[in-house]
Nanobody, 125 residues
Framework: QVQLVESGGGLVQAGGSLKLSCATSGRTNNFYRMGWFRQAPGKEREFVGV????????YLADSVLGRFTISRDNGKNTVVLQMSSLKPEDTAVYYC??????????????????WGQGTQVTVSS
């Protein structure tokens, strides 16, 4: 059974930084890519970024490009979302997700098979 567990969320002032981690367990060797999404109150779940599990290539949404980075530690089966220059509009519950297979699309929630429970990030102005 695959499990994804996010950690590292919290309250931070605008301009600050946070590091989110996604610890994976189970059959992680089946993953093709890992994604990060976020959902603010009253809004749809939004794609943040993605990393290829084996090759490490990343892609980030325009809204976070230049401020967020994604990395992975395959030895620890962990994916990290490093967030800096945070803005109040970054406030949301952040989720990590795993996709088992390649798909042309990777920015939609439906492209992923497993999800963590989410971690709250609050950025104060």
């Amino acid at each position: 059974q695959v499990q994804l567990v996010e950690s590292g969320g919290g309250l931070v002032q605008a301009g600050g930084s946070l590091k989110l981690s996604c610890a994976t367990s189970g059959r992680t060797n089946n993953f093709y890519r890992m994604g990060w999404f976020r959902q603010a109150p009253g809004k749809e779940r939004e794609f943040v970024g993605v990393i290829n599990w084996s090759l490490g290539g990343t892609y980030l949404a325009d809204s976070v490009l230049g401020r967020f980075t994604i990395s992975r530690d395959n030895g620890k089966n962990t994916v990290v979302l490093q967030m800096s220059s945070l803005k109040p509009e970054d406030t949301a519950v952040y989720y990590c997700a795993a996709a088992r297979y390649y798909s042309l699309s990777y920015t939609n929630a439906i492209d992923y098979d497993y999800w963590g429970q989410g971690t709250q990030v609050t950025v104060s102005s």
